[in-house]
């Protein structure tokens, strides 16, 4: 049976923690999702489209207006294809993401780059994640870094601490790519 929109917010609110994006201002939520043809997708942010349509008219009338340094066809290119979007017409189910950090985590990260005057639009910080099990691994935080890889037998839920700004003499880990899902009754 399909999965239709208000199965998917259903689960969404009921389940995952919403998350605040900060270079946006927006809320979404970090899930992950099976199509219809059985494709996985771990890494997806279910976001509103009513706030995704709001901003990108906003942005269009201030390059219209001139009050920023992008031309208007410039602004709606970015709006139309800098996305790696998934209609929900597509989605069979939604679960939780293997690969979504704590929001507390998130959190303590984004307030360090803050503090340290990190620019992570051009830059990057490390940070190191200590495990429940008391294992550590080094991090690179990153603009819109929602989802992490994770080293062999562990998910993101088993991060017990992060530390900003500090690094391991190890492999280094990073940000997975992820996916959009614009949803009209999301809020």
Known sequence: MPVIKEDIVKFLVAEVEPVFQY??????????????????????????????????????????????????????????????????????????????????HRDILYKAADALKVELTWDSMPFVAEMKDG????????????????????????INSVFPNRKLKTQTYSSKISFDCYIDCLI
């Open 23 to 104: 270079c946006t201002g927006e809320t979404s939520y970090r899930a992950a999702c099976y199509l219809k043809d059985g494709a996985y997708f771990p890494c997806v942010e279910f976001k509103s489209t009513d706030e995704l349509v709001y901003r990108a008219v906003r942005r269009l009338d201030e390059a219209r207006d001139g009050k920023i340094s992008y031309d208007y066809p410039s602004v709606l290119k970015s709006f139309l294809t800098i996305h790696n979007c998934i209609h929900s017409f597509h989605i069979k189910s939604v679960e939780h993401s293997p690969y979504a950090i704590p929001n507390h």
């Open 135 to 158: 294992n550590r691994f080094a991090y690179w935080f990153e603009e819109k870094a929602e989802f992490f890889e994770m080293p062999v037998g562990y998910n993101a839920n088993q």
